[in-house]
């Protein structure tokens, strides 16, 4: 149990295009997801955690107007990486919570921009 | 002080050894506490939960979790190549939110 998938798993597009990022749990609801940035040799940098039915809460320095989150419902959320520039080439990484606390990660995308 | 505190390592140990990850963390309050396991280019995977103190042991994995110290360790026992990877210790964030708070990761090596 406690599987959570992530699409597409990379994805490489050129500067100024928009990015869509889907997040899922596949066996179990998820009220909270979380999404995750990684640079390389970097820890893992918390970008914002979703709740289903409400807005994005976006942690400190991380642009809502770039990142649109959307959960949409118990098992989906989406990452929007508008007007992708070659310095948001990441690791995005979402997470799920089967219970509180515990938190259960996607597979991860590998963004590209050129 | 960091609110998750991990020595960054590299840890090297050789194939059947002990290898023991250590991790501190700063609020008397938090309840939960994680081992993470992040294989390079990979994300992460937890491989254990604790939640009181004292030993919880899964296989070959043991955490430890001292509450009054403020510490929670790692012990993988007859260690394996396969288990060289990042060990990621997180706990849970202040003031009853969902989020985790992370430590920057050990490095571990396992040689043959």
């Known amino acids: 149990g406690a599987v959570v998938s992530q699409h597409p798993s990379r994805v490489i597009c050129k500067s100024g295009t928009s990015v869509k990022i889907e997040c899922r749990s596949l066996d179990f609801q998820a009220t909270t997801m979380f999404w995750y940035r990684q640079f390389p040799k970097q820890s893992l940098m918390l970008m914002a955690t979703?709740?289903?039915?409400?807005?994005?809460?976006?942690e400190q320095g991380v642009e809502k107007d770039k990142f649109l989150i959307n959960h949409a419902s118990l098992t989906l959320s989406t990452l929007t990486v508008t007007s992708a520039h070659p310095e948001d080439s990441s690791f995005y990484i979402c997470?799920?919570?089967?219970?509180?606390?515990?938190?259960?990660f996607g597979p991860g995308t590998r963004l590209t921009v050129t | 002080q960091k609110e998750v505190e991990q020595n960054s390592g590299p840890l090297s140990v050789p194939e059947g050894a002990i290898a023991s990850l250590n991790c501190t963390y700063s609020?008397?309050?938090?309840?939960?506490f994680f081992w993470y396991r992040q294989y390079s280019g990979k994300s992460p995977e937890l491989i254990m939960s604790i939640y009181s103190n004292g030993d919880k042991e899964d296989g070959r994995f043991t955490a430890q979790l001292n509450k009054a110290s403020q510490y929670v360790s790692l012990l993988i026992r007859d260690s394996q190549p396969s288990d060289s990877a990042t060990y990621l210790c997180a706990v849970n964030a202040k003031g009853g939110s969902e989020k985790l708070v992370f430590g920057k990761g050990m490095k571990l090596t396992v040689n043959p």
């Open positions: 979703s709740n289903e039915g409400s807005k994005a809460t976006y």
């Open positions: 997470s799920a919570t089967l219970t509180v606390h515990e938190q259960y």
């Open positions: 609020d008397r309050g938090s309840q939960s």
